[in-house]
């Protein structure tokens, strides 16, 4: 267990929709990351939050936006999703903006766009 | 712009023998961090080993050892005395310092371990 916790497990939805991902990281880490597992574009950065503030932006579109609030907690929103939105998406955080911090993963959301 | 390339898509191993995966990653920073990240059937990530560019001595825990081969821009792991639990995808991963922390992955290998 990473200490990083993700929520939900699984989203079933269908083209169209909007959906809210949760992830709350480790105790004490300020920065949180999410990423894009899928078969097609392997795992993909898509943005990292720094206690609060957006900090890096990967090849995340512009239909997906993310936030990190005061708790730390921090949530991926995805809008107007398509078949190929479809994927495992996780969160990870670590505790510090620089060094050779490891980033410990949550167990991922896996979505599925019907 | 960084990449990283892992070359052997499928490994295998038998139980408490050897085995080594290779990583190449391509950079003109000289400040970097290396990752081996393992991904089992429940498709957890989690952290193996890290490297940092500017230490010489190479990284070991426990089992795990890799190779950092800085010039050759090449980052193998070993690992020793293989287990069942062993079994599962490795990616290795790229991270430039400062403050920019997103991680770079390689493609992965999947690791089997034969009893």
């Known amino acids: 267990d990473s200490g990083v916790t993700q929520t939900p497990k699984h989203l079933i939805t269908a083209t169209g929709q909007r959906v809210t991902l949760r992830c709350s990281p480790r105790?004490?880490?300020?920065?949180v990351y999410w990423y894009q597992q899928s078969l097609d574009q392997g795992l993909q950065f898509l943005i990292q939050?720094?206690?609060?503030?957006?900090?890096a932006k990967g090849n995340i579109l512009e239909r997906f936006s993310a936030q990190q609030f005061p708790d730390l907690h921090s949530e991926l929103n995805l809008s107007s999703l398509e078949l190929g939105d479809s994927a495992l998406y996780f969160c990870?955080?670590?505790?510090?903006?620089?060094?050779?911090?490891?980033?410990?993963f949550g167990p991922g959301t896996r979505l599925t766009v019907l | 712009a960084q990449t990283v390339t892992q070359s052997q898509p499928e490994m295998s191993v038998q139980e408490a023998e050897t085995v080594t995966l290779s990583c190449t990653y391509d950079?003109?920073?000289?400040?970097?961090?290396l990752f081996w990240y393992k991904q089992p059937p429940s498709r957890q990530m989690i952290l193996v080993i890290r490297?940092?560019?500017?230490?010489?001595q190479n990284a070991t825990e426990n089992r795990f050892s890799v190779n950092f081969q800085k010039a050759a821009k090449s980052f193998s792991l070993k690992i020793s005395d293989s287990q069942l639990g062993d079994a599962a995808m490795y990616f290795c991963?790229?991270?430039?310092?400062?403050?920019?922390?997103?991680?770079?992955f390689g493609t992965g290998t999947l690791l089997a371990v034969q009893p």
């Open positions: 991963a790229y991270r430039r310092g400062g403050a920019t922390n997103k991680l770079i």
């Open positions: 105790s004490g880490d300020l920065s």
């Open positions: 490297q940092e560019a500017y230490k010489q």
């Open positions: 990870a955080s670590s505790v510090g903006n620089v060094g050779g911090f490891g980033q410990f």
């Open positions: 939050y720094y206690n609060g503030e957006e900090r």
């Open positions: 950079t003109s920073e000289s400040d970097y961090y």
